[in-house]
């Protein structure tokens, strides 16, 4: 009788292991799941932000062709697109993005961006129409300054500009678009202004620094302004304010600005070079 009843508890005991270790199996399974989706994610956001704008690309594109459907690879793609500067193709991953139903007014911000880098201003703006109002952020409003400028509305693109910068902490990049936009138009002294506000806010703006020398001069003003430069940047910016005088008709000045540049630049200044070698033999 021992023996009848044997066998069939060793099966009940066997059954009993077979599924532990299957629920073990599957917890395992689980677990590594949890920890691949944490892995992914962080290598999602070293490849959107640390690592070289191509490698990032080719790691979206790989990642998404095995994953069509997720909608974080596709704007990883996008994004990564915008960073390496292959502003044609981004707008094509921005599209696809926009084209999810589950994309948001942020996607279809990043298009318009997208857009606006291939001076596709119409499509640009019809892009931002599609963005409710209640949808106020600095990127939006910065865009649709930037879009009012090219239709030279220029009320709209002041009014765009002022709430852009009240929308940041950072707002020297939108101030030296606002001055670039009142460079524009004429407006000297007030692009000036708007610069010097720029280079306050980042004194490491370069491009501020230039428009700011570009506004100086469209005024016949030849000095260098009184902000933070290494001797290069100063090279650079007597380089500018020369070939601003040369085409002000002020040759002479032109000339002078351009020996400043010369023997103010810690190495060989080509550009200054020839452009002084031009006007002297022309």
């Given at each position: 009788?021992?023996?009848?009843?044997?066998?069939?508890?060793?099966?009940?005991?066997?059954?009993?292991?077979?599924?532990?270790?299957?629920?073990?199996?599957?917890?395992?399974?689980?677990a590594?799941?949890?920890?691949?989706?944490?892995?992914?994610?962080?290598?999602?956001?070293?490849?959107?932000?640390?690592?070289?704008?191509?490698?990032?690309?080719?790691?979206?594109?790989?990642?998404?062709?095995?994953n069509?459907?997720?909608?974080?690879?596709?704007?990883?793609?996008?994004?990564?697109?915008?960073?390496?500067?292959?502003h044609?193709?981004a707008?094509?991953?921005?599209?696809?993005?926009?084209a999810?139903?589950?994309?948001?007014?942020?996607d279809?911000?990043?298009?318009?961006?997208?857009?606006?880098?291939?001076?596709?201003?119409?499509?640009?703006?019809?892009?931002?129409?599609?963005?409710?109002?209640?949808?106020e952020?600095?990127?939006?409003?910065?865009?649709?300054?930037?879009?009012?400028?090219?239709?030279?509305?220029?009320?709209?693109?002041?009014?765009?500009?002022?709430?852009?910068?009240g929308?940041?902490?950072?707002?020297?990049?939108?101030?030296?678009?606002?001055?670039?936009?009142?460079?524009?138009?004429?407006?000297?002294?007030?692009?000036?202004?708007?610069?010097?506000?720029?280079?306050?806010?980042?004194?490491?703006?370069?491009?501020?620094?230039?428009?700011?020398?570009?506004a100086?001069?469209?005024?016949?003003?030849?000095?260098?302004?009184?902000?933070?430069?290494?001797?290069?940047?100063?090279?650079?910016?007597?380089?500018?304010?020369?070939?601003?005088?040369?085409?002000?008709?002020?040759?002479?000045?032109?000339e002078?600005?351009?020996?400043?540049?010369?023997?103010?630049?810690?190495?060989?200044?080509?550009?200054?070079?020839?452009?002084?070698?031009?006007?002297?033999?022309?």
């Open positions: 009788m021992r023996q009848q009843f044997f066998v069939p508890l060793c099966l009940v005991g066997g059954l009993v292991l077979s599924a532990c270790a299957q629920d073990d199996s599957e917890a395992v399974e689980r590594f799941q949890d920890v691949n989706v944490v892995d992914e994610s962080n290598l999602n956001d070293v490849m959107l932000t640390v690592a070289d704008p191509n490698e990032a690309v080719t790691y979206f594109q790989r990642t998404l062709s095995e069509p459907d997720r909608l974080d690879l596709a704007r990883g793609l996008a994004l990564s697109l915008i960073r390496a500067k292959r044609t193709e707008v094509g991953a921005w599209r696809t993005v926009v999810h139903p589950e994309a948001s007014d942020e279809r911000i990043n298009l318009a961006d997208a857009l606006i880098r291939t001076s596709n201003w119409s499509e640009a703006k019809a892009t931002l129409d599609q963005v409710p109002p209640t949808h952020t600095y990127q939006r409003y910065r865009l649709e300054a930037m879009v009012a400028d090219s239709a030279q509305d220029w009320t709209r693109a002041d009014s765009f500009y002022e709430t852009a910068i929308l940041t902490t950072q707002p020297a990049r939108v101030m030296n678009n606002w001055g670039y936009s009142k460079l524009t138009r004429g407006e000297f002294a007030e692009a000036e202004r708007l610069f010097a506000d720029a280079i306050r806010q980042d004194p490491n703006l370069f491009t501020a620094k230039n428009n700011m020398v570009l100086r001069s469209a005024q016949r003003n030849y000095t260098l302004p009184v902000i933070p430069l290494d001797q290069i940047e100063r090279a650079e910016l007597l380089h500018t304010m020369a070939l601003s005088a040369v085409k002000q008709g002020d040759v002479q000045t032109g002078s600005l351009l020996r400043q540049a010369i023997s103010t630049h810690p190495q060989h200044f080509d550009a200054a070079v020839r452009a002084l070698d031009a006007l002297e033999n022309g």
